[in-house]
């Protein structure tokens, strides 16, 4: 909608005339006679054609209301003509090809957990038609001005202009590549007016979730002129620190796991007791043994707060305990020190203690008392 549009539609000179006019229309005069027939000053002619104009093509109403404002029965149906814009047709027509273009890249369709989409470009074109902010919800008589209207029709101009000009930005294959260079990624972002969708945008083209340190970076690229490559420097050596501390966290995990096996290496009974006894005299109290869950259907150790040795192996006796430990230990001497490899681990001891059968009681010689017993 351009100026003249603008200025036509509010010109409230020929809005008068509108009316009469548009009665005569459609009763099939022409406009031009109907403009001479109700005397119409020939400076309001070219308005009065670009209000016909409007009105003939659905998406504009001349006022009923007194003061040209709108009735409560415009009112009701103003949503209706919103929706059959040009501009907004358009707007739609564009989103679903962008998004049937979009479905057919090759993209993966089913996201990570956590991963924020992108806009859906279709469904935001389709509640431009009818998301008309300015206008009340309840008509009040007076309120819809022939202005107001106008401005209303202008807002959903802006919109259209605005997600046309975010699908204009991603319409290139290369930005939705996560291998392409961010730094690209981002200029075009910039020059579109399109920074705001940065943070989803990495997330989605990326498929994966955003840490909080990872969002304060993206918030410094757009609102403090944070470079790119600054950007991705930073977040190479935060990978590189928690590759760090996890490594370290993993190697004195082990290391508890290993302690704990030999502490169970060579015992000769498996009472419940007796295991409890051996851990608390050779840790210093520092390893528990304790039942598992909710079922305390299995005895696990903990070494350490929150960490478990058999958590979910559903260890029913000391002596399947025991043989678990000493084959962890086994499983995790050439792993690395990771938690998928952990749990592989402890996949593996499983596996080992499955068909392990209970050593058979080693009964003591007859003696003098069963003699004299029997």
């Not at 074109?125 to 001005?145: C, M, S």
């Not at 290139?172 to 690209?184: E, N, Y």
Request: hydrophobic share 40%; proline share 6%.
């Amino acid at each position: 909608m351009d100026t003249i549009m603008t200025s036509a539609l509010t010109n409230r000179a020929a809005m008068r005339y509108a009316r009469r006019v548009g009665r005569d229309c459609a009763t099939g005069m022409p406009l031009e006679k109907s403009l001479i027939t109700r005397a119409v000053p020939s400076d309001l002619w070219g308005d009065l054609a670009v209000i016909m104009q409007a009105v003939d093509a659905g998406w504009f109403a001349v006022p009923a209301g007194p003061d040209l404002t709108y009735s409560k029965t415009q009112h009701a149906a103003l949503s209706q003509l919103s929706s059959r814009a040009p501009w907004l047709l358009a707007l739609h027509t564009e989103a679903v090809i962008f998004e049937a273009v979009r479905a057919s890249s090759g993209l993966p369709q089913g996201k990570g957990f956590g991963v924020l989409p992108l806009p859906d470009f279709q469904a935001d074109a389709l509640g431009a038609r009818t998301r008309l902010a300015r206008l009340p919800h309840e008509h009040v008589a007076g309120a819809i001005t022939l202005e107001l209207w106008v401005q209303v029709l202008l807002d959903t101009q802006s919109v259209a202009q605005h997600l046309s000009s975010q699908m204009e930005c991603l319409r290139p294959a290369w930005m939705w590549s996560p291998c392409h260079p961010l730094a690209d990624q981002v200029e075009r972002l910039k020059a579109h007016d399109c920074l705001h969708l940065l943070i989803p945008y990495v997330s989605c083209t990326r498929n994966r979730p955003l840490d909080p340190f990872e969002r304060q970076l993206l918030k410094d690229v757009q609102y403090r002129g944070l470079p790119t490559e600054e950007y991705e420097r930073r977040m190479h050596a935060e990978r590189q620190r928690r590759e760090e501390a996890e490594r370290v966290h993993w190697q004195e995990a082990f290391a508890l796991v290993r302690r704990l096996a030999a502490i169970f290496d060579g015992v000769t009974s498996y009472h419940h007791g007796t295991l409890t006894r051996r851990l608390k005299q050779e840790s210093n109290g520092a390893f528990r043994l304790q039942r598992s869950g909710f079922t305390k259907d299995g005895l696990v150790v903990e070494v350490r707060p929150n960490f478990c040795v058999g958590q979910n192996a559903k260890l029913a006796s000391g002596f399947m305990l025991v043989n678990y430990c000493q084959a962890l230990a086994d499983e995790i001497e050439s792993a690395t020190p990771s938690f998928p490899a952990y749990l592989d681990a402890c996949e593996r001891a499983c596996a080992r203690v499955q068909d392990l059968s209970y050593p058979a009681p080693n009964h003591r010689p007859p003696d003098d008392f069963d003699t004299v017993a029997v």
